[in-house]
T-cell receptor
Framework: KAGVTQTPRYLIKTRGQQVTLSCSPI?????VSWYQQTPGQGLQFLFE???????NKGNFPGRFSGRQFSNSRSEMNVSTLELGDSALYLC????????????FGNGTRLTVT | AQTVTQSQPEMSVQEAETVTLSCTYD???????LFWYKQPPSRQMILVIR??????QNATENRFSVNFQKAAKSFSLKISDSQLGDTAMYFC??????????FGTGTSLTVIP
């Protein structure tokens, strides 16, 4: 079974620009979550989507948004990029069952200059 | 709010020796799940072990085992017979309902040959 696929692996953007990251979950997984990983901060929860609906949202500004398509693929968008948005963005999929583990992709490394 | 604390930013262990990584968490819930994830330099977050809070028996996966102390809200990971491939960041995570996980800030483990 193919794992979680994230594209692109690396991105370099300039302050003020916007960016879209893509995530394809494991087949059969309908829940997709996004996390931001920065040194010293660990992983911070951004949001979770299930059946094309945002089910949970973390404490991030409205510049961070996402969506999920009918095939469970998800995109995350960050508008008006700031230097502090530089991070590794991880996507994870899981079964919609309490206690199911998250299965992560390799992440997208975003650098904002 | 749930918090997860890993108080050891860095650790090292000799190859073939045993090492224990610490994790504490805070929650008012009774039923929840705890996880240890490993993140090697390749960035892929890999599930190491999972523990259900309502099970008293400590989880074991080959060389990896946990010491789960529910009353103390402690969840440590023991790695036996350490191997060079165990060198990675290790994250402790807490999950309750839904797929919003809370992660610690990680412990960087180096296995010394």
């Amino acid at each position: 079974k193919a794992g979680v696929t994230q594209t692109p692996r690396y991105l370099i953007k300039t302050r003020g620009q916007q960016v879209t990251l893509s995530c394809s979950p494991i087949s059969g997984h309908r829940s997709v979550s996004w996390y931001q990983q920065t040194p010293g901060q660990g992983l911070q929860f951004l949001f979770e989507y299930f059946s094309e609906t945002q089910r949970n949202k973390g404490n991030f500004p409205g510049r961070f948004s996402g969506r999920q398509f009918s095939n469970s693929r998800s995109e995350m968008n960050v508008s008006t990029l700031e230097l502090g948005d530089s991070a590794l963005y991880l996507c994870a999929s899981s079964l919609d069952r309490v206690g199911s583990p998250l299965h992560f992709g390799n992440g997208t490394r975003l650098t904002v200059t | 709010a749930q918090t997860v604390t890993q108080s050891q930013p860095e650790m090292s262990v000799q190859e073939a020796e045993t090492v224990t990584l610490s994790c504490t968490y805070d929650t008012s819930e009774n039923n929840y799940y705890l996880f240890w994830y490993k993140q090697p330099p390749s960035r892929q977050m890999i599930l190491v072990i999972r523990q259900e809070a309502y099970k008293q028996q400590n989880a074991t996966e080959n060389r990896f085992s946990v010491n789960f102390q529910k009353a103390a809200k402690s969840f440590s990971l023991k790695i036996s017979d350490s191997q060079l491939g165990d060198t990675a960041m290790y994250f402790c995570a807490y999950g309750h309902t839904g797929n919003q996980f809370y992660f610690g800030t990680g412990t960087s483990l180096t296995v010394i040959p």
